[in-house]
């Protein structure tokens, strides 16, 4: 009986050791790509959701971020985006060891692909979106809840001179 105790114990042991390693691994994994490995995993992510309809509460825009980055080989599990901020910044999420709140000098002008842009729109709402796009006039959106009650993950070209007409404030951020 006690040599059974001990051989529990030990395999109890190996999965708590091998589970900490699989963790870890993909720490090591996520940290291990660039900046620019990172926001192009984000873009694939974004497009392997393309096309795809949520329910209500997943179909939310800032949800589906949240999940998208979590799951569909984005980040492997390793980063889980913040909580927003409480009312009234509660159009951006709080502060977060896991995202890099991007000081933009440039404006809207200034984001790259798979960058996360959250805003607080002349309507009074609040979107997330993944920018998947850039040029001179304008950029790429791959977001879900757009437009309100459309919980269908599509991509949108918008001008920076019409976000600029929508948007009040907006937050710009890269997932480290």
């Given amino acids: 009986m006690k040599r059974a105790k001990v051989l529990l114990l030990a395999v109890a042991l190996l999965l708590v050791l091998s589970s900490a390693t699989v963790f870890a691994n993909g720490n090591v994994w996520w940290e291990s ?3 620019v490995q990172r926001n192009q995993q984000i873009v694939n992510g974004a497009w392997q959701d393309y096309g795809k309809t949520f329910d ?4 939310q825009c800032k949800v589906w971020v949240q999940n998208m980055v979590h799951y569909n080989s984005v980040s492997q599990g ?3 985006l913040p909580s927003n901020n409480p009312a009234p910044n509660d159009w951006y999420w709080s502060n977060d060891p ?13 984001v790259q692909p798979g960058w996360i842009v959250q805003m607080h729109l002349t309507s ?6 993944v920018v998947v796009y850039k ?3 304008g950029v790429g959106f791959i977001e879900s809840n757009w437009p309100l009650g459309s919980y269908t993950v599509h ?3 918008v001008t920076f001179s019409v976000f600029k007409s929508q948007v ?8 480290r």
């Fill in 33 to 35: 790509l660039s900046q």
């Fill in 56 to 59: 209500s509460w997943n179909g």
């Fill in 78 to 80: 390793h980063v889980w």
């Fill in 98 to 110: 896991y995202y890099h709140d991007v000081g933009m000098s440039g404006g809207i002008e200034s």
């Fill in 124 to 129: 009074g709402n609040a979107h997330t979106a």
């Fill in 135 to 137: 040029d001179s006039s």
């Fill in 155 to 157: 991509y949108r070209y």
């Fill in 168 to 175: 009040t404030m907006y937050s710009v951020h890269y997932i």
